[in-house]
């Protein structure tokens, strides 16, 4: 079946310090969402990216789909405490109304 | 105003018993799902329904029914607990969209654990 890995599994920063999760995907992707949890919460919405090669920013965070729809990456900079949490990306396919495949995650830990 | 709602946030329960988690969503949206996150965090889907109707049933134990009413609510009943069921469940709700997916809206989770 369809499988949306992300690695690392887990990063420890120091605060000011840049962060990128890298999210790859077995099969093509329609769209690519991501996704914050934080400790005890639950996932909350980050961004939406549908086009080829498409790149989106938020403040610090800059979203990357690859050009072949099958990767993503989210790159945090200048990390701050309240960046903790667990990212996860989430595959969407043609084809495959409303479900999403999330990946494993990535814990972001940041020491002040 | 909280737009997915989730009833109890924490389910402590023995094994071979039957419990229900209920969800609520306030957002309009006619799509809603069940997804189980492990103890390693990973979030994996097991339902989803659109307009009361069953579109996603993902490889869940039979002992997993959900159930819904009309398009606002799913609620998740299992029967005969086991240990490996213990875990953090959590509602989510979007709007459907003609392709692709659409933004999903979690609950807050229920924590369940069964001793």
């Known amino acids: 079946g369809q499988q949306v890995m992300q690695i690392p599994q887990y990063q420890h920063v120091q605060e000011g310090e840049d962060f990128t999760t890298y999210c790859n995907s077995s099969?093509?992707?329609?769209?690519i969402q991501w996704y914050k949890q934080r400790p005890g919460g639950h996932p909350v919405f980050l961004i939406q990216l549908v086009k080829s090669g498409e790149v989106k920013k938020q403040k610090r965070l800059t979203f990357q789909f690859g050009e072949a729809k099958k990767n993503s990456s989210l790159h945090i900079t200048a990390t701050q405490t309240t960046d903790v949490g667990t990212y996860f990306c989430a595959g969407g396919r043609d084809g495959a109304t409303n479900k999403l495949i999330f990946g494993t995650g990535t814990l972001l830990a940041v020491q002040p | 105003d909280t737009a997915v709602s989730q009833t109890p946030k924490y389910l402590v329960t023995q094994m071979g018993n039957d419990k229900s988690i209920k969800c609520e969503q306030n957002l309009g949206h006619d799509t809603m799902y069940w997804y189980k996150q492990d103890s390693k965090k990973f979030l994996k889907i097991m339902f989803s329904y659109n307009n009361k109707e069953l579109i996603i049933n993902e490889t869940v134990p039979n002992r997993f029914s959900p159930k819904s009413p009309d398009k606002a609510h799913l609620n998740l009943h299992i029967n005969s607990l086991e240990l490996g069921d213990s875990a953090v469940y959590f509602c989510?709700?979007?709007?459907?969209?003609?392709?692709?997916?659409?933004?999903?809206?979690f609950g807050p989770g229920t924590r369940l654990l069964v001793l």
């Open positions: 989510a709700s979007s709007q459907t969209r003609l392709a692709g997916v659409e933004t999903q809206y």
């Open positions: 099969t093509t992707l329609s769209n």
